[in-house]
């Protein structure tokens, strides 16, 4: 059974740099079917897609986020990575990190992890 | 500001049939089979219901379904439940690799 989980610190400082991990057990990273993806939810809002990854390392970014993520694959440790740069109070949110369909023309994430929240604070 | 546009919220007895929209533009929604619909409890992560505007993964129960008429797209909950009380939020490939999302839609029942 696929499972993802989020990993990293939950408190972040502004203009510091957000990073998360994706763990993927239940099937390969590296399978040709999916992409992965990050997508975050502030506290009482909509949902934002972030960008998500290939296992090759082909990588699809927000526009609006685009300057400051970088996402990334280790397919030797079966998980993906979110990079978020200068983070202010606005990044505050939770992470989620979804496999993408990568052939349905609609992009279905039909799988999610728990969700982690980051807070920007001092 | 979403990139896709839902009602706040809607409402519905139980046994009763209720429709969300979601408007986009001719890139979006309106484009080929793009968009998809969540449902999201409270505290937990999103659940895919729908998927290319009308299919409905394996578990799904049948009384949700979607339709699509020019920019905007529609989920349809028939024979509600209270167990259906939830958000939801569509989304759409939009092109150029970019996925966008309404801003959700509250059910209620009543």
């Known amino acids: 059974q696929l499972q993802l989980q989020e990993s990293g610190p939950r408190l972040v400082k502004p203009s510091e740099t957000l990073s998360l991990t994706c763990s993927v057990s239940?099937?390969?990273?590296?399978?040709?079917?999916?992409?992965w993806g990050w997508l975050r939810q502030p506290p009482g809002k909509g949902l934002e897609w972030i960008g998500t990854?290939?296992?090759?390392?082909?990588?699809y970014y927000n526009p609006s986020l685009k300057s400051r993520v970088t996402v990334s694959v280790d397919t030797s440790k079966n998980h993906f990575s979110l990079r978020l740069t200068s983070v202010t109070a606005a990044d505050t949110a939770v992470y989620y990190c979804a496999r993408v369909n990568k052939y349905s023309s609609s992009w279905p994430c039909d799988h999610w992890g728990q969700g982690a929240l980051v807070t920007v604070s001092s | 500001q979403s990139a896709l546009t839902q009602p706040p919220s809607v409402s519905g007895s139980p046994g009763q049939s209720v429709t969300i929209s979601c408007t986009g533009t001719s890139s979006d929604v309106g484009g080929r089979n793009y968009v998809s619909w969540y449902q999201q409890y409270p505290g937990k992560a999103p659940k895919l219901m729908i998927y290319?505007?009308?299919k409905r993964p394996s578990g799904v129960p049948g009384r949700f379904s979607g339709s699509k008429s020019g920019n905007t797209a529609s989920l349809t909950v028939s024979g509600l439940q209270a167990e259906d009380e939830a958000d939801y939020y569509c989304s759409s490939y939009a092109g150029n690799s970019n996925l966008v999302f309404g801003g959700g839609t509250k059910l209620t029942v009543l």
């Open positions: 239940g099937d390969s990273i590296s399978t040709s079917s999916y992409y």
């Open positions: 290319e505007v009308t």
């Open positions: 990854i290939y296992y090759s390392g082909n990588t």
